[in-house]
C-alpha cells in the first residue's frame, strides 16, 4: 500500500498569512493527489483534485502543486474560515490512502 | 442538489454483522463510481472501499478485505457496504462519497452513519 505523510500535523498561523502544508508518497503517484478541508463536526470537502486542479466553488486563495511524490496545499492568504483539518489522498492505486491530516488553527 | 444520505449504523457486538446503505439523489447514480470512507471520532480519514459504476469492480482496504462487501443497485440509487465479522476497531463514523473522476476524487459526500461494535 501507498503511504502518505504529511507535515506538519499541526499548525497556527494569523490572518492573512501564507500557509503551506505538504504532503509525501511513499511511491510515485504521478498527479493522483486529492487535498479535502474537513471542518469541525462535518463531512470532508474537495478542495484539490489531480494535484493542482481547484474545485468548483473553492476560493482561489487555495492552490495545490507537485508531481511524483512530493505535493503541497498553499493558502495564500488565511482567512478565520480556513479553520479546519486538512487531508491529502492518493487515488493512484487502491487503497486509496489518506494521510494523517493537518490542524490548523488561527492565532 | 447532489445528496448522499446514509443509514442503518447502530451498536453491535463483536462478530456480529451490520448492512450500511446510501441513498443518492439530485445526480444520474449509474453515471459514478462510488465509495466509503470512514472515521474514528477524533482521529483521520480511512479510505474503506470503492465501486465501480456497474458494480464490475470493486476494492477494499487490507483491514476490511474478506469481511466487508460493497454493492449497489442502480435502479435504487443505492449503495451498500455489508459488513460482517464486526470488530472494535471497525468503530467509526462511516460515509459513503461520489467518485468525480478518473483521478479518483471525491467530490460529495454524505455525513455519516455511526457504526459502534461493543459487547
Known amino acids: 500500500d501507498i503511504q502518505m505523510t504529511q507535515s506538519p500535523s499541526s499548525l497556527s498561523a494569523s490572518v492573512g498569512d501564507r500557509v503551506t502544508i505538504t504532503c509525501r508518497a511513499s511511491?510515485?503517484?504521478?498527479?493522483?493527489l486529492n487535498w479535502y478541508q474537513q471542518k469541525p463536526g462535518k463531512a470532508p470537502n474537495l478542495l484539490i483534485y489531480?494535484?493542482?486542479s481547484l474545485q468548483s466553488g473553492v476560493p482561489s486563495r487555495f492552490s495545490g502543486s507537485g508531481f511524483g511524490t512530493d505535493f503541497t496545499l498553499t493558502i495564500s492568504s488565511l482567512q478565520p474560515e480556513d479553520l479546519a483539518t486538512y487531508y491529502c489522498?492518493?487515488?493512484?492505486?487502491?487503497?486509496?490512502?489518506f494521510g494523517q491530516g493537518t490542524k490548523l488553527e488561527i492565532k | 442538489e447532489v445528496q448522499l444520505v446514509e443509514s442503518g449504523g447502530g451498536v453491535v457486538r463483536p462478530g456480529g454483522s451490520l448492512r450500511l446503505s446510501c441513498a443518492a439523489s439530485?445526480?444520474?447514480?449509474?453515471?459514478?463510481?462510488m465509495s466509503w470512507v470512514r472515521q474514528v471520532p477524533g482521529k483521520g480519514l480511512e479510505w474503506v472501499s470503492a465501486?465501480?459504476?456497474?458494480?464490475?469492480?470493486?476494492a477494499y482496504a487490507d483491514s476490511v478485505k474478506g469481511r466487508f462487501t460493497i454493492s449497489r443497485d442502480n435502479a435504487k440509487n443505492s449503495l451498500y457496504l455489508q459488513m460482517n465479522s464486526l470488530r472494535a476497531e471497525d468503530t467509526a463514523l462511516y460515509h459513503c462519497?461520489?467518485?468525480?473522476?478518473?483521478?479518483?476524487?471525491?467530490?460529495?459526500w454524505g455525513q455519516g452513519t455511526r457504526v459502534t461494535v461493543s459487547s
Open positions: 462519497a461520489r467518485v468525480y473522476s478518473s483521478y479518483g476524487n471525491l467530490d460529495y
Open positions: 439530485g445526480f444520474t447514480f449509474d453515471d459514478y463510481d
Open positions: 465501486i465501480n459504476w456497474n458494480g464490475g469492480r470493486t
Open positions: 511511491q510515485s503517484i504521478s498527479s493522483y
Open positions: 489531480a494535484a493542482s
Open positions: 489522498q492518493q487515488s493512484h492505486s487502491t487503497p486509496h490512502t
